[in-house]
Structure formats: C-alpha cells, structure tokens
C-alpha cells in the first residue's frame, strides 16, 4: 500500500523567502505526481503535474521535482506571499489507478 | 469554463434520512471519483468510475452508493447517514485515470445529527 507523507506538517516564514516542501512516497511504480493548494474548508486545486518520466515541472513561482528512484519530490516556491498561505497537499497515482495523499504541510507566510 | 460542480455545498441533516450529492463535470472526462476528507485522516477514496456505467470501490466504500448512468454526472448517495459520515466531500475528475491530472469540485460540507 502506498504511503505518503509530507514534511513539515506546518511551516512559517516571513514574506519575500522562498518555500521548500517535501514530499515521500514508499512505491516507485507510480503513474504520475500531483501536487494541490487547499485553502481552508474550500476545494483543492492543481498545481503542479510530474509525469513518472518526468524530473520537474515549472509554472511561475512554483517548481515541482521528482525523484522516482527514491521516492521524493520536491515543491519549491520562490519569493513567498502572504497570498501563498495554505496547506498543500501531495498526491501520488499509482499503477493501479489510485491516488494516494499526503497528510498535507500548512504554510504560513507573514507580511 | 471547465469546472466540477457540486450540490450542496453544505448540508445538515438527520441519522437515517437519505441523501444525495451530485456532481457534475464539463471536461468530457472518462474517470470520476469521490473523496472524503477528515481531520486527521486525509483525503480517502470512496468510490471511482472507469467510465459510463463502471463503477468500483475505493478504500472506504461501506455506507455509500454511486452511479454513473452519464458521462458527466457521478452522484453519491447516503442510504441512511450516520454521524461517523459527517465530512467533508470532494467529487474529482480527469480524461483517463492514468496519466492527466485530477480536478476536484468545491466540496460539500455534510453534517449528520
């Protein structure tokens, strides 16, 4: 059974550093990475894809790597916002079709 | 615009009166699935479906029906709730279930009395 888990589970920082989140997963044989933003009470949504074939993916501030062999990735966010306060999520699609999340890391960004 | 829906968003109600949450996607998609969310616990699979007519069951199934009669609707039914399936509910979808990212509806916030 794929396990993932995302550490810190809480992380502040003040405006303007840049954000590292990690994420690890116990099952290689994966489809595909996903990482998502859920503000509170509300819905998740899309941030970043990585394919399996895939080292990283890049959309503006964000940067997502993956290391397959070793079952890690990586959410970087550059120059942090109070706008980037949420908890974000880690979801990994296993060969059997199954998405697998992570507990999620809250990040808090003071102005 | 593409988009999941979903209704209600919010929804309080009673031990054993039966309930319906639809959901509702404009992307032509082929893979739907519900989640539920707890503290604690994370997001968890109930119930997906391959396709029109194709349902299966995820990691927590008991208490929950699904149906997927059209491609665009995949509703969840509650026979008789119960207060340990008070959540919150996320339908999601993608083209296939394999390689293209999942979108997640809003949520419904259920509360069982």
């Known amino acids: 059974k794929q396990e993932v888990t995302q550490i810190p589970a809480a992380l502040s920082v003040p405006e303007g550093e840049n954000l590292v989140l990690n994420c690890s997963f116990t099952?290689?044989?994966?489809?595909?990475l996903q990482w998502f933003r859920q503000d509170p009470g509300k819905g998740l949504t899309s941030l970043l894809l990585?394919?399996?074939?895939?080292r990283e993916q890049t959309s503006g501030r964000l940067n997502a790597s993956l290391d397959k062999s070793s079952g890690r990735s990586t959410l970087y966010i550059a120059a942090s916002q109070p706008g980037d306060s949420a908890t974000y999520l880690c979801?990994?699609?296993?060969?059997?079709?199954?998405?697998?999340f992570g507990a999620g890391t809250t990040v808090t960004v003071r102005a | 615009e593409a988009q999941v829906t979903q209704n209600p968003r919010y929804l309080i109600t009673v031990t054993g009166k039966k309930l319906t949450v639809t959901c509702s996607q404009n992307?032509?998609?082929?893979?739907m699935s519900w989640y539920r969310q707890d503290p604690g616990l994370g997001l968890r699979q109930i119930y997906y479906?391959?396709?029109?007519?194709?349902?299966d069951k995820g990691d927590v199934p008991e208490g929950y029906k699904v149906s997927r009669k059209e491609k665009r609707n995949f509703p969840l039914i509650l026979e008789s709730p119960s207060p340990n399936q008070t959540s919150l509910y996320f339908c999601?979808?993608?083209?296939?279930?394999?390689?293209?990212?999942?979108?997640f509806g809003p949520g419904t916030r259920l509360t069982v009395t």
């Open positions: 999601a979808s993608s083209f296939d279930p394999g390689s293209y990212e999942q979108y």
């Open positions: 099952d290689s044989a994966i489809y595909n």
């Open positions: 990585i394919q399996s074939s895939q």
């Open positions: 979801a990994v699609k296993g060969l059997d079709y199954k998405l697998s």
């Open positions: 992307m032509n998609h082929e893979y």
């Open positions: 479906s391959m396709n029109v007519e194709v349902t």
